[in-house]
Each structure stands twice: as C-alpha cells, then as structure tokens.
C-alpha cells in the first residue's frame, strides 16, 4: 500500500487502513460532528446535488493547546460550501473543493475484515501549489482519523502537519 501518490497532473491518491468496520468510517465522513473531530465540521445534505458546509476549527484537532502557524492564521474558523458530487453510502463519498475550483476530493471504502481500507483521491487541483497545500492537509487530516479511531490523540496537529507537508514533497518532487 502506498500511503501518498501523484497519479496525474492535477490528482493525488492517499490510502490508509483504518480500525474500523466501514460503516464507522462512514460516519467520520458523513456525519458533523464525527468529520469535526479529524478534518472539518457541518452540515451534509446526503445525497448528490446536496451541499457540504466544511466548518474548520483545527484548534480541536490536537489534544495541547498548540497556536495556528502565522501562515495559516488567516484560516482559521474558515467555511466551505461545496457540492456532493457522489454518494453511494457507505462506500463512495464525493464532493467539490472551492465550488469545484479545486476539483473533487473523492472517498472510497473497502472492508478489510474489521478494518477499512480508505482512498483518498483528489483530481482536478490547479497546479503545483495548490497540489502540495492539499497534499499536506490531506496526510495530516487522515492521521488524525487514524488515531481517533485507534484511540490515539494527536498531541500538535501543526507539528504533524509539518511532517505530512514534507512527506508529500518529497513525493511530488
């Protein structure tokens, strides 16, 4: 398994084994309060056409008190409003980034006995920027999924954050 690739242009795919049945995975996408605890709060209308509010509050994504970077300052307490563009519960979750300005990030589910396997796959990202900035939060985002649903707490979000930026640079090149 590869846990970060650059499968075009414009598309990068991250998989992860997840512990939990898919059903529970499901929820942490679907549901605000759960997709709150490792990426974004707010609202789902379940089913395509139906709109997505991404409420980011990444305060709550680490378990210190740790300060937004000065880069990312500006972010804070951001909202998206995006588009569902699939939804096949519980195996395949879809919806636009920056009203499709950034493509579509694209979640698919696969039992793996108790576990999940997840693919990530965001296609149609505007170049090589914009490329490393979701490639970072992407990585970040999914480790944090992963411990909440390991039992882990993720102690700096920013620190993790760090290293996932620097993971999917050297991916990129």
């Known amino acids: 398994m590869v846990e970060i690739e650059r499968i075009g242009a414009d598309t990068i ?7 939990a049945p898919v059903e529970t ?5 679907t549901d ?13 209308e379940p089913c395509v ?3 997505v509010e991404l409420l980011f509050d990444h305060d709550t994504l680490s378990a210190d008190d740790v300060p937004y970077p000065a880069k990312y300052a500006a ?13 096949d519960a519980p195996r395949l979750l879809a919806f636009t980034w920056d009203g499709g300005k950034e493509g579509v990030a694209e979640f698919r589910l696969f039992p793996e006995g108790e576990r999940t396997r997840l693919v990530l796959t965001h296609s149609g990202i505007s170049g090589p920027g914009p490329m490393a900035n979701f490639g970072g939060g992407w ?3 999914l480790a944090v999924l992963q411990g909440v649903l390991s039992g882990e707490k993720v102690r700096d979000f920013w620190a993790l954050h760090a290293r996932s930026e620097a993971a999917v640079k050297g991916v990129l090149g």
């Open 13 to 19: 795919r991250f998989e992860r084994i997840l512990d």
């Open 75 to 87: 972010s804070k307490g951001a909202v998206g409003r995006e588009t569902v563009e699939q939804f």
């Open 49 to 51: 056409g139906g709109t």
């Open 25 to 29: 995975v499901w929820r942490y996408l």
């Open 139 to 141: 990585h970040s985002h």
């Open 32 to 44: 605000a309060e759960l997709r709150g605890q490792w990426f974004a709060g707010g609202p789902m």
